[in-house]
């Protein structure tokens, strides 16, 4: 099941606040607003208005996201970026991170070509469409971008783009 999907069905069951947005973000601040604690400062150019916000879990992890949609008209929608704040005992490090986004998007490790990032300080990896780090043990941050129509470059500039508040 696609990563979409899997959201979706989760969403469906699991969600405990849902809030959807119509374009701006009114007080919530600059770009995209705050998720969980992290302020999202860099926004994609031509990303799609539609946004809405989720919490669930999945094995054992909270997840607290922010999607933004693009409409495409009889087609439906089609997710451009997705930040998402995780929280969870199995997130103890970077390689705990790494091991249990293989599991929840069902990626063989042997095959996911994974490249180092740093986020400052925070260690990370970064592949197409999708940068994550660890930002303390239980705690990390996952940006998805749709590497259909953004870049490498676009996704480390988004990625760089969401920090802590506080």
Excluded: C
């Amino acid at each position: 099941m696609s990563w979409i999907g899997r959201l979706l069905l989760v969403t469906l069951f699991t969600v405990t606040t849902t809030t959807w947005h119509s374009g701006a973000l009114g007080d919530e601040g600059a770009k995209g607003g705050i998720v969980d604690g992290f302020a999202v400062n860099h926004l994609p150019s031509g990303i799609g208005s539609s946004v809405s916000d989720f919490s669930y879990e999945w094995g054992g992890v909270a997840f607290s996201s922010r999607v933004w949609e693009r409409d495409l008209g009889e087609e439906g929608h089609r997710v451009d970026l997705s930040v998402a704040v995780l929280r969870g005992e199995r997130l103890r490090d970077l390689a705990g991170l790494r091991d249990f986004l293989a599991e929840y998007h069902e990626r063989d490790l042997a095959t996911w070509r994974l490249t180092p990032f740093s986020h400052g300080s925070d260690p990370g990896l970064i592949t197409e469409g999708q940068a994550f780090w660890s930002v303390a043990p239980g705690l990390a941050v996952s940006v998805r971008l749709d590497p259909a129509r953004f870049d490498l470059p676009e996704l480390t500039a988004t990625a760089l783009g969401v920090v802590p508040t506080a």
